[in-house]
């Protein structure tokens, strides 16, 4: 079973910043790592994913409409890590989001069904 933890999530006023991380292991060669939130009464969402394939080559990143030019993602493979750096955040960005892992190639979606291990989830709350 592979493990998948997040970290990062906290709470900060609107137009701040805050930057998760995803830690997994035993994931090698080609993969997605998606970042997904869920907002309370909402279904959950995918927002980014970061690809990369058995070379190590990263693939071209995914984002929702909703987070793209505010929210960053990137992957270490040899670390086996990923990140979501989430800028100029807004109140609607409260949400708790979690990490995902598509043990397959191709570039990154939101399908969440291809998603195979996925983390607790970490909370963040953006105040106005």
């Known amino acids: 079973q592979v493990q998948v933890v997040e970290s990062g999530g906290g709470s900060v006023q609107a137009g701040g910043s805050l930057r998760l991380s995803c830690a997994y292991a035993?994931?090698?060669?080609?993969?997605?790592v998606g970042w997904f939130r869920q907002a309370p009464g909402k279904e959950r969402e995918g927002v980014a994913g970061?690809?990369?394939?058995?070379?190590?080559?990263?693939?071209?990143?995914y984002y929702a409409d909703s987070v793209k030019g505010r929210f960053t993602a990137s992957l270490e493979d040899g670390m086996q890590r990923a990140y979501l750096q989430m800028n100029s955040l807004k109140p609607e960005d409260t949400a708790v989001y979690y990490c995902?892992?598509?043990?397959?190639?191709?570039?990154?979606?939101?399908?969440?069904?291809?998603?195979?291990?996925w983390g607790q989830g970490t909370q963040v709350t953006v105040s106005s």
């Open positions: 035993s994931i090698y060669g080609n993969y997605c």
């Open positions: 970061a690809s990369t394939d058995a070379r190590g080559n990263l693939g071209v990143p």
């Open positions: 995902a892992i598509r043990p397959w190639g191709g570039a990154c979606d939101n399908a969440e069904r291809d998603f195979r291990y």
